[in-house]
């Protein structure tokens, strides 16, 4: 069965403060997607990234970091130099190859995160 | 996620009433997902439509909710009997092909259901 789990429910951090969302994944698929979203105060959902299971290389864009690591199911995500514009609800979700399957994204239950001034 | 259009972006109704969301996708794009967000809860998969057609309906309720996507005009999901617990968020994204993991989808601003 396919599982998302994200074990910090709420994280307060003071800005400039480094900070790690944690993502644990299950899936029996060998070809499946990973995701990022970013959900601010105003509701709407953003893309973040998205990462294929073959490629395990860490990714970085700005403050932002991505570390897969298929040995662990996990795709863990790490804010450098925290702003208080980060404040928001993360959350990791999956997607599987199969046909039946694909038209779905499972997603964690999030991540509350609080940047303090 | 610009260009995925959802009204209305709050919407409050009696219990017993019904409730009409409204999705209309990207441009060019034929294949429409709703998903459902109860309050501090990551977001459920509900339904995927293409254009006069249900695809996959596994995620949703049996009773009252029903959605459709016609050949002219957005997609509604509609639900019916209103109760408390269907006050949720719900997201519309849209796709240009068809579901695959891939494929980037593009996620709506949402609507909020509230349910007095």
């Known amino acids: 069965a396919q599982k998302v789990t994200q074990a910090q429910t709420e994280i307060s951090v003071v800005e400039k403060e480094d900070v790690t969302l944690d993502c644990v994944y299950e899936?029996?698929?060998?070809?499946?997607?990973l995701f990022w979203y970013k959900q601010p105060p105003s509701g709407e959902l953003v893309f973040l990234i998205r990462?294929?299971?073959?490629?395990?290389q860490n990714e970085i864009s700005g403050r932002y970091s991505w570390n897969f690591q298929k040995s662990t199911s996990s795709f863990n995500f790490t804010i450098t130099a925290s702003q208080v514009v980060d404040s928001a609800v993360y959350f990791c979700?999956?997607?599987?190859?199969?046909?039946?399957?694909?038209?779905?994204?499972?997603f964690g239950s999030g991540t509350r995160l609080s940047i303090r001034p | 996620n610009a260009g995925v259009m959802q009204n209305p972006r709050h919407l409050v109704r009696r219990r017993g009433q019904e409730a009409r969301l409204r999705c209309s996708p990207m441009?060019?794009?034929?294949?429409v997902y709703w998903y459902r967000q109860l309050p501090e809860e990551g977001l459920k998969f509900m339904v995927y439509?293409?254009?006069?057609?249900?695809?996959?309906e596994s995620g949703m309720p049996k009773e009252r909710f029903s959605a459709e996507f016609p050949k002219e005009g957005p997609s509604i999901l509609r639900i019916q009997q209103v109760v408390r617990g269907d006050s949720a968020a719900y997201f519309c994204?849209?796709?240009?092909?068809?579901?695959?993991?891939?494929?980037?989808?593009?996620f709506g601003e949402g609507s909020w259901l509230t349910v007095v």
């Open positions: 994204a849209s796709s240009r092909d068809r579901a695959y993991p891939g494929n980037t989808i593009y």
């Open positions: 899936t029996r698929d060998t070809t499946y997607y």
């Open positions: 990462r294929n299971s073959f490629d395990e």
């Open positions: 979700a999956l997607s599987e190859a199969g046909y039946s399957s694909a038209s779905k994204i499972i």
């Open positions: 441009k060019g794009h034929s294949h």
């Open positions: 439509l293409q254009k006069e057609n249900i695809i996959d």
